[in-house]
């Protein structure tokens, strides 16, 4: 959180703004992040910071492999890596790892 | 501090670093406590201008909160490259074995492959030290308060290693089967572990660290009969979460498995010959 954090804030300095009302964040199901700690660690360390006061918003980003086989993507359940279709395994993640500083509200 | 966990508080030890085998000079010289992202003035842009700023406006960024320990461990990468390094990164939960493998497999290797070891763990150089009797180069990374290896520290270590002759670089991770996950260092290939003790499920409890895994090693495979072990239900656990990672089922303590895991590795530093340097 604290990298965030800190991106976050230069990306507002740079802009010039003075307050950081709100961080969104893009957040993979396999990134390995536990939501509820971030919004733990956000508060904790915005504090005397210009986010102060301000609100963490996490986008969920699911899980999604492309399965050779029936040359599809589909959207992982529970994490598994099984195409639901044809049932083979997909060792091909296109989308689900994310940790991204998606975007600010600043003023 | 790590984005997931919000280990590694602030005003915690800094990270050590201490060579093996060598005199225990505990009294760390003092090494930066590394500070992520803190861009010190990148812009030096001091605002002031009178600002109209009263208008909430929305600031598009999409970058990579983990986008600067990305960058260090692709910087990592070309150097293990240009080096003909083959490097491991092995993640498991505490006492499942890394130690004892890894001790097991430098013994055994010889100097077939040469191996130097990174190793981290939050306090104590006890792991580098029995690697470095094993006949290894080693390096120890005290990480404090925090929960895994970043790239960066790899960078730091491997100042301090003696690479000469080195084929295999083997980075011995923090136990632990979350944070680690999201931190790259720049290896060729993420050995993840489990212990036939940790119960079958692991793959399914922790399936980030082990979607990550290009090899699984299944480690105490001597007490496999004594806590019941199903190994059906195991492989196929790590089959679901890890389709594609070739599988290794070994003790260290008996030696099963261990030549053919040993020539696994010989192999792909081999293999390493044949690549592109640019990976391209």
Redesign the interface.
């Known amino acids: 959180m604290q990298s965030a954090l800190n991106q976050a804030l230069d990306q507002a300095r740079q802009a010039g703004a003075v307050r950081v009302h709100e961080i969104r964040l893009r957040i993979g199901v396999l990134s390995g992040v536990v939501p509820e700690a971030l919004q733990f660690a956000f508060e904790a360390l915005s504090d005397g910071t210009p986010a102060e006061g301000g609100r963490l918003t996490i986008e969920h980003v699911p899980a999604r492999f492309w399965c050779a086989t029936c040359n599809r993507e589909f959207e992982a359940i529970r994490l598994f890596t099984e195409c639901p279709e044809c049932h083979n395994p997909s060792g091909e993640l296109r989308s689900g790892r994310e940790l991204e500083l998606a975007s600010l509200e600043v003023d | 501090?790590c984005?997931?966990?919000?280990c590694g508080l602030p005003g915690e030890k800094p990270v050590g670093i201490s060579t093996h085998p060598h005199t225990h000079d505990h009294d760390h010289p003092h090494h930066d406590p590394h500070d992520?992202?803190?861009?010190h003035g990148?812009?030096g842009?001091p605002?002031e201008?009178a600002?109209d700023?009263?208008?909430?406006?929305?600031?598009?960024?999409?970058?990579?909160?983990?986008?600067?320990?990305d960058r260090l461990a692709e910087r990592n990468r070309g150097f293990f490259r240009a080096r003909g390094l083959l490097v491991l990164n092995v993640l498991s939960s505490p006492g499942s074995g890394k130690t004892t493998l890894l001790r097991e497999t430098i013994r055994r290797l010889g100097s077939r492959l040469k191996t130097g070891v990174i190793v981290g763990d939050l306090a104590t150089d006890n792991d580098a030290r029995r690697l470095g009797e094993a006949g290894a180069t080693a390096v120890q990374i005290t990480t404090g308060t925090v929960c895994h290896l970043e790239a960066e520290m790899v960078a730091r270590a491997l100042k301090q290693l003696d690479l000469t002759g080195v084929g295999l670089l083997v980075i011995e991770n923090v136990g632990n089967l979350?944070?680690p996950?999201?931190y790259d260092l720049g290896e060729d290939l993420r050995v993840v572990l489990l212990s036939v003790t940790e119960g079958e499920d692991k793959p399914l409890k922790y399936?980030?660290?082990f979607?990550s895994a290009g090899v699984a090693v299944v480690t105490k495979m001597d007490l496999a009969q004594a806590c019941d072990y199903d190994r059906d239900t195991a492989i196929a656990n790590l089959?679901?979460?890890?389709?594609?990672a070739p599988v290794f089922e070994i003790s260290a303590k008996t030696g099963q498995g261990m030549d053919a895991w040993c020539d696994f590795l010989v192999r792909q530093h081999q293999a390493l010959k044949t690549r592109d340097p640019l990976g391209l």
Do not use: F, W, Y
């Open positions: 501090m984005q997931d966990c919000g992520h992202g803190h861009s990148e812009s842009d605002h201008h600002e700023h009263e208008h909430r406006r929305t600031l598009e960024v999409r970058r990579s909160i983990l986008d600067k320990n979350v944070c996950a999201s399936p980030p660290i979607q089959r679901r979460v890890a389709a594609n």
